[in-house]
């Protein structure tokens, strides 16, 4: 009888769809940035300014000053943003998204992210309605062109 418990688990995960395995090493997936995107847009709408929404960053200096040049707290969306494209540079995946931020600006942003060697993903940007164009990176990871500023259109 364990023998057959154990042919039939086999069976059933071995046929499972590979969607609903994510990988744990390379290049982020889509599935993985959006959820990352949706995990940091609850934390901006939770926090009640840079320091706290900045304290996981990566680059947390960038992050506080987009936080704060952009508005702080106030400019925070009221919103999720909006995914219209999704597209892939070296070892970082790109969601590009638009919206309506916290003060009724539009905004149209990169939200890049990548997989750190411990397997943890991270964006590299987190303040995603900062209207962020990303261009990608050089062999040692850092980042070729990555600006913020002005770009805001219609989403």
Not at 26 to 39: C, E, K, W
Request: aromatic share 6%; net charge negative; hydrophobic share 35%.
């Amino acid at each position: 009888m364990v023998g057959v418990l154990v042919a039939v688990v086999f069976i059933i995960t071995a046929t499972r769809p590979t969607s609903d395995r994510e990988p744990t090493t390379g290049l982020p997936t889509d599935a993985q940035a959006r959820s990352i995107l949706a995990r940091t847009y609850e934390h901006a709408t939770r926090t009640t300014d840079a320091l706290a929404f900045c304290a996981e960053s990566e680059v947390r200096a960038i992050c506080i000053n987009q936080y704060n040049r952009g508005g702080g707290r106030a400019s925070v969306p009221a919103q999720e943003p909006r995914i219209v494209g999704s597209w892939v540079t070296d070892e970082t995946r790109v969601l590009t998204v638009c919206g309506v931020d916290g003060q009724g600006e539009t905004y149209r942003s990169d939200f890049p992210v990548e997989r750190r060697t411990d397997g943890t993903i991270i964006p590299l940007l987190d303040v995603f309605w900062d209207s962020n164009t990303y261009s990608g990176n050089k062999p040692d990871g850092e980042p070729v062109q990555a600006s913020v500023g002005p770009r805001k259109s219609s989403c």
